[in-house]
């Protein structure tokens, strides 16, 4: 949510330096991302007219425009956007210019001299929008000061990070009555008045589904005229980040902006019947083309904005349709102002996939009793513009549920807080911000809950909004009282010793979403049988992940395209999976999960046994096996624990991996739970060591681990190291074969190993694992 410092003095009389408020916003949890000031960034930029576009001869993405920028000359500028025409306005950075991030200079772009830029509104940093060149509104005279032009004076844009608990806070009014508690300034919403009706127009509006729709309003404004919005305006929704479309579209959206309730206005000569219905989407199924000319499946869980006869012009409380849409002939407009059930909104937005700021707002809650507000803003601001209310305003609503107050107890918020507040700072604090607070006895307050904030329904809701307005700096740091001194179980020592093996081995510990597209299962090659998240933070994660490989391989993909290549990472998480039909609750279990991005299965084995050796596990047998998302011929199963080896190919590749990945994961609790050797001591010897390397190719069938016990019983004594640092399949090795190769490292305790035992002891081990293999084939 941006919000300009100049727009939230529409409601208090804020005069703090802006370094201040935005200390105050991060205070009241309304984080600043980002403060930009306004109308420093542009010193030098002018309004210039396009006279004529024609094609780079050089440059098929450019193009070469020439420009009226006030002077007795034609400029020209070389410009690789493509939104604009010969007539329309435009910002021109002149050569000596200085933007933000560049100084402008005369230069020559593929053979063709540009004097100049002309800029996006990212560029002069009013918007966030970078994909075309700002065109102007309105009929300024090239030459003009840009900030001139725009109305800018020194101002300052917030962007807020607002948390999905403060609906309020999606309205500049919002936000302006949080920070003016805050900083102990008055605050007040203007009253708005609907200007007199100049005729008996009233909007035709009927509600068959007062579920999905409880409170439906509509009236007629005539004597439109479709134009661009004045300047002040249009500069305010730029700044909004909003892109300026005409006076009528603008209006909506500044009002939706200002007062938090969006409203959607129809041209009223293009609805068949002249009124409007509210209704479900038929069981059958049917369709709506919304404004952005897509066509969209609807059912009877959804709520449907139509025309009097029927057919459907909008999906309510997410986006209008494309028949009725504001035009430049658009004379009568018909404005809908309604309340919709929030789940119904969050529920229809997840199954389309579509997310607008209305919808955005609707499923967090809106004030049911602030449409006559937004209303009468509406009419007002395009009363300005020459346009005249034709009717009353028709008002469809059902009955509404009285709320109670809420019993706030001054000790429980201390008890909660760590604070000594009297009763009357408590009620100090709630009043300003709309909570009205009325004392009961000495010791509580019973608290009325504004219409404006549906997520605040119990006392511990209205205690974090003391916190917030009290200050959590200013609460005191203690420590609860203990009985006891605490301290780490087996367990937990037990899984920060895993964690600081894997780290050591040069593996990253990586965190990633508990959340998942299904999708991203799919794609994984996992299962679909997910368990489904009812109301998720994200409408497209929508389930729970069932492994760690989704995710791992994401955090690889985004390495990679960061210039990390390789990258190792692992993750000690929860995964979810549905238990029995009659459990109140999935199955959880902690997973423990490493991904070698450039790594193979050897890669894997080698950490694996890292891993093992430092938690002295019994050995394991590992034992081929086709695993879901896996390799399938180099993958084998950990004895009771989970799987070993390589990522599927085509799973990388839906992924965009384009490197082999190595992988283990395994049940931290079992794996943990494992037999474990004794804690042994070995002398360590003084003479030199020997290494040999030794390949065997065998069947796929056999496992590398029996060639490994094989060899450690072979070995004997003088074995003191064992690892498999290679595994070659070829076409030359034939079909359903492979080479595995080992380093065994040879030492005694007594002395240096002569060449004669060296070579016996290699003799040892091929003789072993050649009967080894024979024996198993015959078999």
């Known amino acids: 949510m941006r919000v300009s410092l100049s727009w939230l003095r529409d409601f208090a009389p804020i005069e703090h330096d802006p370094a201040d408020v935005a200390t105050a916003l991060d205070d009241l949890g309304l984080v600043v991302e980002a403060m930009e000031r306004l109308g420093e960034d542009f010193a030098g930029v002018v309004v210039a007219r396009v006279l004529e576009t024609r094609p780079h001869p050089n440059a098929d993405k450019l193009q070469l425009v020439e420009v009226d920028a006030g002077g007795d000359e034609r400029v020209q500028v070389v410009c690789g956007a493509f939104n604009f025409g010969p007539g329309d306005l435009v910002p021109l950075a002149p050569v000596g210019a200085r933007l933000p991030e560049l100084e402008i200079t005369r230069r020559q772009i593929r053979g063709e001299w540009s004097n100049g830029m002309l800029c996006s509104g990212a560029e002069l940093h009013i918007s966030d929008d970078h994909a075309g060149i700002l065109v102007l509104p309105g009929d300024v ?59 008996s127009t009233d909007a035709l509006v009927k509600v068959r589904s007062r579920d999905l729709c409880p409170r439906f309003t509509a009236i007629v404004v005539a004597d439109v005229e479709v134009r661009p919005s004045p300047g002040w305006l249009a500069t305010r929704l730029t700044t909004a980040g909003m892109r300026p479309i005409n006076n009528v579209v603008d209006v909506s959206n500044y009002v939706m902006l200002e007062l938090g309730h969006p409203n959607h206005p129809y041209d009223l000569d293009r609805l068949a019947g002249g009124g409007l219905l509210v209704r479900r989407g038929r069981a ?65 937005s997840k199954r389309l996939g579509l997310r607008t ?25 395009l009363a300005a513009e020459g346009a005249t209310v034709a009717g009353a305003l028709t008002d469809v609503r059902a009955r509404r549920r009285a709320t109670k107050p809420v019993r706030v107890r001054t000790a429980r918020v201390n008890a909660v807080l760590g604070t000594a507040l009297t009763t009357d700072e408590i009620k100090g604090y709630l009043d300003p911000i709309g909570f009205a607070a009325r004392p009961v006895g000495r010791s509580a307050l019973n608290v009325a809950i504004p219409t404006w904030r549906p997520d605040s329904d119990s006392e511990i809701d209205v205690i974090e909004e003391v916190a917030r307005h009290h200050g959590y700096s200013r609460v005191d740091r203690s420590m609860p009282p203990v009985n006891r001194v605490g301290a780490l179980t087996a367990y937990q020592r037990d899984r920060r010793r895993v964690r600081d093996v894997l780290a050591g081995a040069g593996v990253w510990e990586a965190w990633t979403t508990t959340f998942l597209a299904p999708d991203d299962l799919a794609r994984a090659g996992l299962p679909a049988d997910a368990v489904e998240v009812a109301n998720p933070l994200v409408a497209e994660e929508s389930v729970l992940r069932t492994s760690l490989l989704p995710g791992l391989l994401k955090a690889i993909v985004y390495n990679a395209s960061h210039q990390n290549g390789g990258v190792h990472l692992f993750e000690i998480g929860h995964v979810f999976r549905a238990g029995a ?77 384009e490197e082999r990945v190595g992988w283990f994961e395994v049940d931290l609790e079992r794996l943990l739970a494992a037999s474990r050797q004794p804690e042994t001591y070995n002398p360590v010897s003084r003479f030199p060591s020997a290494d040999i390397d030794l390949a065997f190719v065998v069947d796929h069938a056999v496992p590398a681990g029996a060639v490994e016990q094989t060899l450690r019983d072979a070995g004997g004594e003088l074995l003191v190291e064992l690892r498999l640092f290679d595994v070659f399949r070829g076409p030359q090795l034939g079909d359903g074969r492979r080479s595995l190769a080992y380093r065994l490292r040879l030492n005694a305790l007594d002395r240096t190993l002569t060449d004669d035992e060296v070579a016996e002891a290699r003799r040892r081990c091929i003789d072993a694992v050649e009967s080894a293999h024979r024996a198993q084939l015959r078999a």
């Open 581 to 657: 039909a009659d459990a109140e609750r999935p199955d959880e279990y902690e997973l423990l999960a490493v991904a070698l991005a450039g790594g193979d299965a050897a890669a894997a084995k080698r950490v694996w046994d890292v891993l093992a050796d430092a938690l002295r596990l019994e050995p394991l047998s590992v034992t081929g096996a086709e695993l879901a998302g896996l390799h399938p011929t180099r993958t084998g199963r950990i004895e009771g624990l989970g799987a070993i080896g390589e990522v599927d190919p085509g799973v990388l590749a839906a992924y965009g991996v």
């Open 284 to 348: 059958g199924g049917e369709t709506v083309v919304t404004l952005d000319d897509v066509s969209r499946s609807v059912g009877s869980d959804d709520c449907l904005i139509c025309d009097a006869e029927g057919t459907p012009v909008g999906i309510g409380g997410i986006l209008g349709g494309a028949a009725s849409e504001i035009a430049d002939t658009t004379a009568r407009v018909l404005l809908e102002t309604a309340y919709f059930d929030r789940m119904a909104i969050a529920r229809t």
């Open 141 to 199: 005279e090239p030459g003009v000061p840009l900030a001139e032009a725009l109305g800018v004076q020194a101002d300052v844009v917030f962007d807020l990070d607002v948390s999905p608990n403060r609906p309020d806070a999606l309205s500049v009014a919002g936000v302006a009555r949080d920070v003016a508690a805050k900083l102990g300034v008055p605050f007040a919403v203007p009253d708005y008045e609907v200007p007199g009706a100049g005729g």
């Open 357 to 381: 700021e209305a919808s955005a707002r609707f499923e967090r809650g809106v004030d049911p009793e602030g449409i006559e507000r937004a209303v009468a803003r509406f009419c007002s601001l």
